[in-house]
């Protein structure tokens, strides 16, 4: 059997990119669905703390965006003999 190139390989490497897919997905939407929950609060009224504020957003947006990066640098880990 040959061995593999990555370190992490198989059904865990398989997880991790479908859950970078998802958060990626997550992060390319993420502005539109924050407005348009500002925009439903307007007329229908929110709840104290919702719709979150653009200032909380925002880092939650760059928290989600580490969170990227941190599991990309993982995948591109290579296997060592």
Do not use: C, T
């Given at each position: 059997?040959?061995?593999?190139?990555?370190?992490?390989?198989?059904?865990?490497?398989?997880?991790?990119?479908?859950?970078?897919?998802?958060?990626?997905?997550?992060?390319?939407?993420?502005?539109?669905?924050?407005?348009?929950?500002?925009?439903?609060?307007?007329?229908?009224?929110?709840?104290?703390?919702?719709?979150?504020?653009?200032?909380?957003?925002?880092?939650?947006?760059?928290?989600?965006?580490?969170?990227?990066?941190?599991?990309?640098?993982?995948?591109l880990?290579?296997?060592?003999?």
């Amino acid at each position: 059997m040959d061995k593999p190139i990555y370190k992490i390989n198989g059904k865990e490497r398989k997880k991790l990119k479908k859950d970078i897919s998802e958060l990626k997905s997550f992060a390319k939407n993420f502005w539109y669905f924050h407005q348009l929950d500002k925009d439903m609060v307007s007329f229908y009224g929110g709840k104290d703390g919702y719709p979150m504020s653009d200032d909380n957003a925002q880092k939650k947006l760059d928290k989600i965006i580490e969170k990227i990066k941190i599991i990309e640098e993982q995948l591109l880990v290579l296997y060592d003999v």
